[in-house]
């Protein structure tokens, strides 16, 4: 159970520092282009389309975090209102609830990926396949927090809340 937890959290801490790295670069290009825009009267062309498409790759990657630390969007009244096993299985349910929705995203996400392979983006001419491929990859961080807090929860080892 040790490693299993190590692992997922291992791959969620790649997750975490790929959407720092992510942000970082959404930053740069959105200031670059505001620079370059007003005080040079010249916009760079591409940076706008470099900050959409790490902007969609934040938003999978972030996911993937949110689903491990159970801080993804869901409605709480029902869980605060519970005590003891109906509790525990109302999580359990919940979870595997986002497991189903995340294995769905990850098939149609791999599909969506082949049918983009030849598309390419209009101002950096690269294949679109690359964007896309934000859904599977965030699919599989999504199955991997959901299935550490599924495991941890059948187990008995309830990870705390936003942790």
């Given at each position: 159970m040790r490693l299993f937890n190590k692992v997922c959290n291992t791959i969620i801490q790649v997750y975490t520092y790929l959407g720092v790295v992510l942000l970082c670069v959404i930053v740069i290009a959105c200031s670059t282009q505001v620079f370059t825009r007003y005080i040079l009267q010249d916009a760079i062309s591409g940076s706008e389309e470099i900050s959409r498409y790490c902007f969609i790759?934040?938003?999978?990657?972030?996911?993937?975090?949110?689903?491990?630390?159970?801080?993804?969007?869901?409605?709480?009244?029902?869980?605060?209102?519970?005590?003891?096993?109906?509790?525990?299985?109302?999580?359990?349910?919940?979870?595997?609830?986002?497991?189903?929705?995340?294995?769905i995203l990850l098939i149609q996400g791999i599909k969506c990926v082949g049918v983009t392979s030849r598309q390419l983006s209009s101002m950096l001419k690269i294949p679109m396949c690359y964007v896309y491929a934000a859904i599977p990859v965030g699919a599989f961080g999504i199955i991997v927090g959901t299935m550490q807090r599924l495991v941890n929860s059948l187990a008995g080892n309830e990870m705390?809340?936003?942790a």
């Open positions: 790759w934040l938003g999978f990657v972030g996911s993937a975090v949110c689903a491990q630390r159970w801080s993804n969007a869901w409605i709480s009244i029902v869980h605060d209102l519970t005590k003891g096993r109906v509790k525990k299985w109302h999580g359990i349910i919940l979870n595997v609830m986002v497991l189903i929705c995340a294995v705390e809340v936003g």
